[in-house]
């Protein structure tokens, strides 16, 4: 069962959910909340290997694969800040990775989980915003041993624009939609992912550590 | 003290749709920022040479006169909500 607007801020006054900072009312709708585009992207860069072979992404080859490493990995991505005044111009075919600047916490005992979804208006130009992956699996942004007022992750996106024109995205842009549902039974175990504490980027890693590029 | 009865009608300007049975609205905020979407003719009324769209009120405002309305669908902008003065509204006729 979808939550409408009075269950959401119910939710949200005794703890249930924790989005923060709560959005502006005017960003709320009958049965979801838009979140806000934070200020950092990620986009993917893959440089030449050094011996010219063709770098891939072998998820399930052998050996450990962390997206996350790729992520922080200065070789394969490019952290970028969206310009305040002149936002950031996405062209078509483009795939970039974003945040929320909302941070989000759906505590496991409280049985609710929620999908993050695109907004029309953007879909009518092109932009959409996951790839396949909507849901926010009941738990998230759990950390194991932070105290409860520190929980909560940004949620992640995945913006690509398909329309074939340019469409600039700027910071705290309504980006995406919120919909929370119910769980029916308490679950097993709270959500514990890779991407249960989506915090912005870390550092890159240092020279010599070990990376997960896959030269072919 | 007269009692006025407001619609969930705000005040709207209108054009052609992209189709047949359509209704392209701009409603204005209330800081005259408008905000444009497309819409089923039978969600505006014609009153007096002025056109009223329904909308749905989330919050009334008395203290500034204004209230948190919301959109029958998501605006070109990503809007769905936004507060517009009391007299955006049509008011109803007296009983």
């Known amino acids: 069962m979808i939550l409408s607007d009075r269950e959401i801020e119910a939710a949200l006054e005794h703890g249930f959910i924790k989005i923060h900072p709560v959005p502006d009312r005017a960003l709320w709708t009958s049965t979801a909340i838009d979140l806000t585009l934070d200020a950092t992207l990620l986009k993917w860069t893959p440089k030449p290997a050094k011996t010219g072979a063709r770098q891939q992404i072998r998820p399930n080859g052998p050996g450990e ?3 996350k490493d790729l992520m922080d990995d200065p070789s394969w991505a490019t952290k970028i800040q969206i310009d305040p005044r002149n936002g950031y111009e996405l062209e078509t075919n483009a795939f970039i990775l974003g945040y929320t600047k909302e941070i989000v916490y759906l ?5 609710l989980a929620a ?6 208006s953007l879909a009518r130009l092109g932009i959409g915003v996951h790839v396949t992956a909507p849901t926010i699996h009941a738990g998230f942004g759990f950390k194991e041993g932070l105290p409860e007022k520190k929980l909560g992750s940004p949620i992640q996106l995945e913006i690509f624009n398909i329309s074939g024109l340019p469409v600039v995205l700027d910071v705290g842009m309504p980006i995406c939609q919120l919909i929370l549902e119910e769980v029916r039974e308490l679950p097993n175990k709270g959500y514990k992912g890779q991407f249960s504490d989506q915090t912005v980027f870390a550092p890159p890693p240092k020279p010599g550590s070990k990376s997960r590029q896959r030269p072919k | 003290m007269t009692e006025i009865t407001y619609l969930p009608e705000v005040e709207c300007s209108i054009a052609a749709g992209f189709r047949e049975g359509e209704l392209a609205v701009s409603v204005p905020d209330e800081t005259g920022k408008r905000q444009n979407l497309r819409v089923n003719k039978n969600l505006v009324a014609s009153e007096g040479g002025k056109h009223y769209l329904a909308v749905g009120i989330v919050q009334l405002d008395y203290k500034h006169k204004r209230a948190l309305i919301e959109l029958p669908h998501e605006a070109d902008s990503g ?9 955006s509204f049509r008011q109803g006729s007296e009983s």
Do not use: D, H, Y
Request: charged share 25%.
């Open chain 1, 107 to 111: 505590p496991n005992r409280s049985r």
């Open chain 1, 65 to 67: 694969f962390n997206i």
């Open chain 2, 79 to 87: 809007a769905n909500r936004l507060w517009v003065p009391f007299s």
């Open chain 1, 115 to 120: 999908r993050v979804e695109g907004k029309s």
